[in-house]
């Protein structure tokens, strides 16, 4: 998750905004701490978030609640 926060630069708070959730949630899924389950509408505004980047579903780790770094 913060692989994909940092490449759409955003901060922790701008980003869990953007989400829905805590930054404390977004923060633990970031450490790996949380899985990060997202609803459909939080995938929606991800996925919309990052079509301006060029990013697109196939380009996103499998894993998202791993810290970036870790496989």
């Not at 994909?4 to 790996?32: D, H, P, Y």
């Not at 389950?37 to 196939?58: M, N, R, Y």
């Amino acid at each position: 998750m913060k692989q994909i926060r940092e490449m759409l630069g955003l901060t922790q708070q701008e980003f869990a905004g953007r989400l829905g959730v805590a930054m404390s949630t977004l923060s633990r899924w970031e450490n790996g701490k949380g899985r990060a389950l997202l609803s459909s509408g939080q995938f929606k505004v991800l996925l919309a978030d990052l079509e301006p980047h060029g990013i697109t579903l196939k380009d996103l780790p499998d894993d998202l609640s791993r810290p970036a770094g870790q496989s």
